[in-house]
């Protein structure tokens, strides 16, 4: 089955610098990867998304860019800020993103010093 | 509109005690997930539901979980009787077409 791996498991930035999430990912038939946040106490929550068709997407402060032949995707935040601190989690799908079983990694905590 | 609700936030049990939780979706989403996240970890999937039909239980420990959507609205996901290595946190997604919406989850420590 699919397997997702994470790095680092812990990153730590001041403001303003960039930070960078990698997970590389083993089902070549997965086709959606998904980005999400969790805070402390809550769910998580979608911040960007990729499907296999696309190798960069862009969102303001946040992009994600897609190596297919690698197996790895990786996400990019600029100009980060305190609130940007909570642990990520990357995930991959062979749905879509049309439901269908998330595979999730094992997470990343930024922490974003002031 | 309304976000994935879930109670009870917390719950604290003995092991082999029973325990449920309970998740409203979406109002129209079709497709309902729980979820188990152990801490430390990403979540895992549990259960899927397609209306009140289920789509895959594979990683559900049928011996002591047990999930039901009864008209493809709310659900429930019962534990009995629970284990030490339950504690988690259990969280319902839904989705209709693209994307899923995350419950806040149900903190479940077995003591």
């Known amino acids: 089955g699919e397997n997702v791996e994470q790095h680092p498991s812990t990153l730590s930035v001041q403001e303003g610098d960039s930070a960078v999430i990698k997970c590389t990912y083993s089902?070549?038939?997965?086709?959606?990867f998904p980005w999400y946040k969790q805070e402390l106490g809550k769910g998580p929550q979608l911040i960007i998304d990729?499907?296999?068709?696309?190798g960069e997407k862009k969102d303001q402060r946040i992009a994600v860019t897609l190596n297919k032949t690698a197996k790895h995707f990786s996400l990019h935040i600029t100009e980060t800020q305190p609130e940007d601190s909570a642990v990520y989690f990357c995930a991959a799908s062979r749905h879509g993103g049309s439901q269908g079983n998330l595979i999730f990694g094992k997470g990343t905590k930024l922490s974003v010093k002031p | 509109e309304a976000g994935v609700a879930q109670s009870p936030r917390y719950k604290i049990i003995e092991k082999r005690q029973s325990v449920a939780f309970w998740c409203n979706p979406i109002s129209g989403h079709a497709t309902l997930y729980w979820y188990q996240q152990i801490l430390g970890q990403g979540p895992k999937l549990l259960i899927q539901f397609q209306n009140n039909g289920v789509v895959d239980d594979s990683q559900l420990p049928k011996d002591r979980f047990s999930a039901e959507r009864l008209k493809g609205v709310d659900s429930t996901l019962k534990i009995q009787p629970a284990k030490l290595e339950d504690s988690a946190v259990y969280l319902c997604a839904s989705s209709f077409k693209y994307g899923y919406t995350f419950g806040s989850g149900t903190r479940l420590t077995v003591v």
């Open positions: 990729i499907r296999s068709n696309v």
């Open positions: 089902d070549s038939a997965s086709n959606y």
